[in-house]
């Protein structure tokens, strides 16, 4: 056996650079959630810089000024590259990559990078990787002097800790491919969908901010083991678990990718039919860190994004999550939603509120009966019993006489003989 070669990877040290459109912006939280970002994809922060200016230079991100600054904080700090908070354009990463002599990253690409360690199932890697093709076609000149300089780390990962694709024929050639095999599990991914829709079983969406809590609220609702962890986005593929009430009801949910500030438009189209899961829900369970001091501009974010995927007009479930951390109570509400209920994932606080809630919602899409149903015709009951909920039933000479709860399609199904 050969001697065990251990690579090294030297850890990225960065500078986060940040252009502060107007006054109220709260920068400092934002670079937070960058600097817990680049930590996410193995990158340690150094130093920070935010401008204050009403648009980006569109030739350097931040002004002339400002490039200079910044030249010296790297040169004090040792640091081996700089993140902008922003998508910058190929001009902009290649201007400052020539006056900075260091390697040159962007939110976008940050975000691309974590998503290629997360994704585990092959639609997930797939979706990412086109992602992130897609996104370097682009900007192919500026990146191949980036990686003559270092050729590890953020922006060199693809899926699977595989090198990316640089040429740019061959990228092209992968790209279609990718779309190929993507379109073969979007129709499997149709089909499943289908099938679940007949089945007639209710879907509610989990959706929110990444960290939000989404998973572990699956999980402690239905007693699974999806991965829940405190890292952004450590949901990648949407995961459908069952949850049973007492009196048989159920509701089929949907945990999702977590949605963030800023999410690179390339993700939002390769990962659209993953993203579609909440469009063909019922209803939205909304998931928010009531404890994150942004919660309010989170809740903001997820409405946005779930309007860019078009999803509207569904009921609302608002769940105020990790009341556990919260001692000083802030009054916090969602007026987008139907129903909020506070609740912690963590200690199960606040899920008897959260149940009647569900049960209540549910029950509104059914339709109520009371009937007496002829002895010849009983094998009803049994497709009552499966997807609706039998509240009372009693043999009279006439029949069965029952009260019951079954859903619209059920009861467009059964209406005509009974
Ligand atoms: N204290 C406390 N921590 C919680 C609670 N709910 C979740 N967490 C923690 O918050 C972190 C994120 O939880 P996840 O369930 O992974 O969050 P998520 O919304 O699925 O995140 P992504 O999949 O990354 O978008 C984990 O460390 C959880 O243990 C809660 O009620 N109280
Ligand atoms: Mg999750």
Known sequence: ?????????????????AVEYNENEDSDAYLDELSELAKTAGAETV????????????????????????????????????????????????????????????????????????????EGKLQVEMAQLKYRSSRLVGMRRSMSRVSYGIG???????????????????????KEELEGIEKNRGTNRAKRLESGTPVAAIV???????????????GSDILAADMLFATLDPTIRLLKFDDGQEVLLA??????????????????????????????????????????????????????????DKPVITVFNKQDLISEKEIIR?????????????????????????????????VY??????????????QIRKSGTLLEEEYVPEGIRIKAYVDKALFGKIKDSI
């Open 1 to 17: 056996m050969g001697e065990l070669i251990e690579i090294k990877r030297e850890q990225e040290r960065v500078v986060l650079v």
């Open 208 to 222: 929110g901010y990444t960290n939000a809590g989404k998973s572990t609220l699956v999980n402690k609702l239905t």
């Open 255 to 312: 945990d999702t990718v977590g949605f963030i500030r800023k999410l690179p438009h390339h993700l939002i189209e390769a990962f659209r039919s993953t993203l579609e899961e909440a469009c063909y829900s019922d209803f939205i369970i909304h998931v928010v860190d009531a404890s994150d001091p942004k919660a309010f501009d989170h809740m903001h974010v997820t409405y946005e994004t779930l309007r860019r995927i078009g999803v509207k």
């Open 47 to 122: 130093g920070r810089i935010v401008q204050k200016r009403e648009t980006v230079s569109s030739s350097t991100y931040i002004g002339k000024g400002k490039v200079e600054e910044l030249k010296e904080l790297i040169n004090e700090t040792g640091a081996t590259g700089i993140i902008c908070d922003d998508e910058l354009t190929p001009a902009q990463m290649k201007n400052l990559e020539e006056a900075l002599s260091t390697k040159v990253m962007d939110r976008t690409m940050l975000i691309l990078d974590i998503f290629a360690g997360h994704a585990t199932t092959a």
């Open 156 to 178: 060199m990962r693809g899926p699977g800790e595989k090198k990316l694709e640089v040429d740019r024929r061959l990228i092209r050639d992968r790209i279609s491919r990718l």
């Open 334 to 366: 969602d007026f987008n939603s139907d129903v909020s209920v506070e609740i912690s994932a963590k200690t199960g606080q606040g899920f008897d509120r959260l149940k009647e809630e569900l049960l209540k919602l549910l029950l509104e899409k059914k």
């Open 369 to 382: 009966i009371e009937k007496t149903i002829d002895f010849s015709k009983a094998g009803i009951l049994q």
